[in-house]
C-alpha cells in the first residue's frame, strides 16, 4: 500500500521559513522521483519541486532561489525547505510520486499560510 503523509505546514509572516516532510512507505523510495505540488484556493494545481533517484533537484521559477528539496532515502523521506516565503506560496501543499502504470499517488497535504 502506498502512502505519503506530508506535515510541517503552519502559519508564517512573509520572509519566514517552514520545513515540509514526506513520509514515503509501500514501494521503493530510494529509486522513485518524488515530487511537491500546491493547490491554492480557486487556482489550479502547481508544480513546486522534483527531486530523483540521483539527487537531481528541479524547481519552477517561482520558487528557485527559495525552496529546497531533498531526500534521506534511509527514513523514506522527502524535505523542501522553504525560506522567504512570500503570500502567494499560500496554499495546500502536497507530496506526489508516479509509480509503475504512471499511476499518481498522493499525500493528504499540509496547509501553508504565509501572512501579516
Known amino acids: 500500500q502506498v502512502q505519503l503523509v506530508e506535515s510541517g505546514g503552519g502559519v508564517v509572516q512573509p520572509g519566514g521559513s517552514l520545513r515540509l516532510s514526506c513520509v514515503a512507505s509501500g514501494f521503493t523510495f530510494y529509486a522513485s522521483t518524488p515530487n511537491w505540488y500546491r493547490q491554492a484556493p480557486g487556482k489550479e494545481r502547481e508544480w513546486v519541486a522534483s527531486?530523483?533517484?540521483?539527487?537531481?533537484?528541479t524547481y519552477p521559477d517561482s520558487v528557485k532561489g527559495r525552496f529546497t528539496n531533498s531526500r534521506d532515502n534511509a527514513r523514506n523521506t522527502v524535505y523542501l525547505q522553504m525560506n522567504d516565503l512570500k503570500p502567494e506560496d499560500t496554499a495546500v501543499y502536497y507530496c506526489?510520486?508516479?509509480?509503475?502504470?504512471?499511476?499518481?499517488?498522493w499525500g493528504q497535504g499540509t496547509q501553508v499560510t504565509v501572512s501579516p
Open positions: 506526489n510520486v508516479v509509480l509503475r502504470g504512471n499511476t499518481n499517488y
Open positions: 527531486v530523483n533517484n540521483i539527487n537531481y533537484v
